[in-house]
T-cell receptor, first 112, second 113 residues
Framework: NAGVMQNPRHLVRRRGQEARLRCSPM?????VYWYRQLPEEGLKFMVY????????ESGMPKERFSAEFPKEGPSILRIQQVVRGDSAAYFC??????????FGDGTRLSIL | GENVEQHPSTLSVQEGDSAVIKCTYS??????FPWYKQELGKGPQLIID?????GEKKDQRIAVTLNKTAKHFSLHITETQPEDSAVYFC????????????FGTGTQLKVEL
């Protein structure tokens, strides 16, 4: 029974490049959430998706960030034209309906 | 929006002692309160949760209490062991209302031998 799978675990990008983070939810989970964690801080909500739909993106920066959860395949968090301030750990969680959220081990994004 | 405050930020206890971490929340509509344990380099792991229709929940050495009137909830770990050392996060959400979790800033727990 695989948990939430995120890849890559570590990603290094230069300023101005694009970063793509992938998340495969637990089997049977149709709800996906993305959170960002800065060093020494708690997790901040970014976006909540169900299959093919964005339900709540109130935590997403207005520019450069986008997320999708297609009918087939993993959820993708995309950051265009990355800047140093995007360096963080990005965590994905999944759940069934109103059930508890289970987290993956995250993608550590470093911007050179 | 919801705001969750967590104290203390660091906690050091001797093995076998109890540890208590406290959180307060601001939105009276919040009705679900999970606690997560995060080890270095790993994602948060759910250890216990409580819904607003109960005041206390226990699972072996771990218990959570909720005071809806005062809008605060606490994590209690008894008979602490070195493997309990980690960062603990409380969170709050409104189930059925989008489910997004608002996290506290974390407590670094160190259990010393």
């Amino acid at each position: 029974n695989a948990g939430v799978m995120q890849n890559p675990r570590h990603l290094v990008r230069r300023r101005g490049q694009e970063a793509r983070l992938r998340c495969s939810p637990m089997k049977g989970h149709s709800h996906v959430y993305w959170y960002r964690q800065l060093p020494e801080e708690g997790l901040k909500f970014m976006v909540y998706l169900q299959k093919e739909n964005i339900i709540d993106e109130s935590g997403m920066p207005k520019e450069r960030f986008s997320a999708e959860f297609p009918k087939e395949g993993p959820s993708i968090l995309r950051i265009q034209q990355v800047v140093r301030g995007d360096s963080a750990a990005y965590f994905c969680a999944s759940s069934r309906d109103d059930q508890p959220q289970h987290f993956g081990d995250g993608t550590r994004l470093s911007i050179l | 929006g919801e705001n969750v405050e967590q104290h203390p930020s660091t906690l050091s206890v001797q093995e076998g002692d109890s540890a208590v971490i406290k959180c307060t929340y601001s939105d009276s509509a919040s009705n679900y309160f999970p606690w997560y344990k995060q080890e270095l380099g790993k994602g948060p792991q759910l250890i216990i949760d409580i819904r607003s229709n109960v005041g206390e929940k226990k699972d072996q050495r771990i218990a959570v209490t909720l005071n809806k009137t005062a809008k605060h909830f606490s994590l209690h770990i008894t008979e602490t062991q070195p493997e309990d050392s980690a960062v603990y996060f409380c969170a709050a959400s409104i189930t059925g209302g989008g489910n997004k979790l608002t996290f506290g800033t974390g407590t670094q727990l160190k259990v010393e031998l």
